[in-house]
């Protein structure tokens, strides 16, 4: 009992706002449409939420090659379906359905048992950037701003888009950067698993791989290949044993439906691979080798946790301006690293950092194909987040370098003994 006490203390922060956005997440699901449809009852739900559903039910019954099928919209392993599963068994056992047709046509019943499950796993990312907030002894009342700030995005990405394998992905990438800060180099082993599960559930999650483990040179990464890669292979074994041609396709030209997306600058440059459908692989290949590249120049030499972060989140941000079609859940990494890191500088950089997150929300929640000043404001929020975090751009090539520049100090929250904390790391 000491020890969960000890626990529930230390995490209160991301505890607190796990329950509030449960709340708020069901709440909305049940009278969104009562408050906002006068007369209209139905229950509303993100909306790639029939596509997880039914990815998800084909794993529960075996039929693995409907896993990638034509209603759903999967185009990563399916690490998140595979962990829904007992969800989805215990909504058949309780007679619930993904669908019911007789009121609105829209995914009902269902969504009462996996929409929870969907927001204490994307939880997660609040339990990981807690944990880094604490190994730079930031008070509990900033951590609190910052689980709050969190839930908002984790709460949006949940519930308004249906992907929360997003914020496990993330929350995966940062303990693997943790584990690396607090054990240096023989915390590889965890970290590289840790990584190679986040990719399991979003592959993008790649982009973190590089800024982690640069400390241990090309080498040391490829000694580590299996626990990156295997976590991935194992949750696609089955889909590649039930329908392997199709599976392959999805995974290597990523297909989308422009005419459900936003539009970018870029999307002329998609490959057109079927009727209405375009490819979205070619031009994040190249965002994924630009982050690389950046992290093996920087992290080689500067592999403090902050530095890492950083130059994740901007990995991240060259994913987004390079995409040919656009959500604002591709945002969310970019915020929720900017938003610990802007903490660790200040309450007034982090203060700006949120106001760029919800700008970018307000922007970003809803279909654009004439991009003309919606997609330049779009991005000027993730300058906005990216500029919360520092080094100011003048010091970029000095940290570029490897050297270290004067700079402020960040500031000092207090000792840790005034807020009843200890540290957690070294």
Known sequence: ???????????????????????????????????????????????????LVNSSSAVLHGRFGLIYGNDTA????????????????????????????????????????????????????????????????????????LALAGALGV???????GHPEDCVALALLAWAALAMDRRGTAGAPRAALLLGVAM????????????????????????LWPRLLVPSLVVLVPPL????HHTVFVLVHQPVELAHNSLTPLSGL???????????????????????ALG?????????????????????????????????YYLWPVGALCLALSLRRSPLRFGFCTAALVA??????????????????????LVCMLLSVGPWPRRWATVAAGGRAPSRRPLQFGAMEANGEHSTTR
């Not at 403090?304 to 656009?326: H, P």
């Open 1 to 51: 009992m000491k020890r969960i006490s000890a626990w529930a203390e230390h995490r209160a922060a991301p505890v607190v706002a796990t329950t509030a956005m449960l709340v708020v997440v069901m709440a909305y699901s049940l009278l969104g449409h009562p408050l906002l449809h006068i007369g209209r009852h139905a229950l509303l739900a993100p909306s790639d939420y029939l596509s």
């Open 74 to 145: 999967l185009v990563s392993p399916p690490a998140l379906e595979v962990v829904l599963v007992p969800v989805i068994a215990l909504g058949h056992l309780l007679g619930l359905s993904p669908s019911d047709r007789h009121l609105s046509g829209e995914p009902l019943s269902m969504w009462l048992v996996t929409g929870p499950a969907a927001v204490l796993l994307a939880s997660t990312a609040l339990f990981a950037l807690d944990a880094v907030a604490r190994s730079w002894r930031v008070p509990r009342r900033s951590r609190f701003a």
């Open 155 to 161: 709460g949006n990405v949940v519930a308004g888009w």
């Open 200 to 223: 399991a559930f979003q592959p993008l999650a790649v982009i973190g791989v590089v800024p982690v483990l640069a400390r241990l040179g090309w080498r040391g990464v490829a000694r």
């Open 241 to 244: 044993l039930g329908r392997a």
């Open 270 to 292: 998609a490959p057109s691979i079927g009727p209405g459908l375009h490819g979205g692989g070619p031009t994040r290949l190249v965002a994924v080798a630009l982050a690389a």
């Open 296 to 328: 093996a120049l920087v992290c080689r030499r500067r592999y403090d946790l902050a530095t890492v972060l950083t130059v994740t989140a901007i990995g991240f941000a060259l994913r987004v301006v390079l995409e040919t079609e656009l959500n604002w």
């Open 360 to 381: 970018s929300m307000v922007l970003g929640n809803r279909q654009v194909h004439h991009i003309a000043l919606w997609w330049p404001a779009l991005m000027a929020t």
